[in-house]
C-alpha cells in the first residue's frame, strides 16, 4: 500500500511566522504534489517535483516555497504566514510508471493563521 | 486551459442509483479520474477513464466521452458510507503527471 505521511493533522500559527509542512511518501515515487483546499474552490496546485531538487510552480505558488532534498521528502514552506494562508493543506505522490498518473494523497493539514 | 464543471451538492437515498456529472472543456488530457473524499479525510482514487466508454468496478461505474466533453460517476445501491464529496479531474495537458481538479460534488445520501 501507498502510504503518504504528513507531519502535522492540525496546526496553529500566527500571522507572520514561518510555517514548514512535511510530507513523507514511502513508495519511492518520482512526483510530489503540494495543493490547497478551499470550500467552493476545490483543489488547487500549490507547487509540485518530478525529482530530487526539482521544483515547479503550480496554479497558486505566491506566498510560498517548497524544498526536495531528499526523494522521499517534500516539504512546503510559508516564509510568513498570513490568515489568507489559512486553509487545508494536501501532500500527494504519483509514479512516473505505468499507464495511470493516480496520484495518492496524505492525511491533510489542517493550517489556520490567527 | 482547462475547466471542470461538477454539480455542487446532491442528495439521494440509501439503495437507490446517483449519477454524478462532470463536463468540461479543454484542449486536451492524457485521462480522467475519480476521487472519493469524505469530511476531514484526504482524496481516494475511484476510477480512470482513458478511452471512451463505460468502466465498472462493483457498486461504482465511470464514464468517459471525449467528443461530448463529458463524464459521469455512476453509484449503484448506495450506502450511507457513501456521503462524500465526490471529484472529478483530468490528467494536465501539459505535463502527464498533472492534474486538475473540479471543485467537487458534495453527495448527501438520506436512509
Known sequence: DVKVTQSSRYLVKRTGEKVFLECVQDMDHENMFWYRQDPG????L??????????EKGDIPEGYSVSREKKERFSLILESASTNQTSMYLCASSSEEGSTDTQYFGPGTRLTVL | GQNIDQPTEMTATEGAIVQINCTYQTSGFNGLFWYQQHAGEAPTFLSYNVLDGLEEKGRFSSFLSRSKG???????????KDSASYLCALTGYSSA???????GT??????
Not at chain 2, 459521469?72 to 448506495?78: G, T
Not at chain 2, 503527471?97 to 471543485?103: D, E, T, V
Request: glycine content about 6%; aromatic content about 16%.
Open chain 1, 46 to 55: 500549490i507547487y509540485f517535483s518530478y525529482d530530487v531538487k526539482m521544483k
Open chain 1, 41 to 44: 474552490l476545490g483543489l488547487r
Open chain 2, 97 to 103: 503527471s498533472k492534474i486538475i481538479f473540479g471543485s
Open chain 2, 70 to 80: 463529458y463524464s459521469y460517476l455512476l453509484l449503484k445501491e448506495l450506502q450511507m
Open chain 2, 106 to 111: 458534495r453527495l448527501s445520501i438520506r436512509p
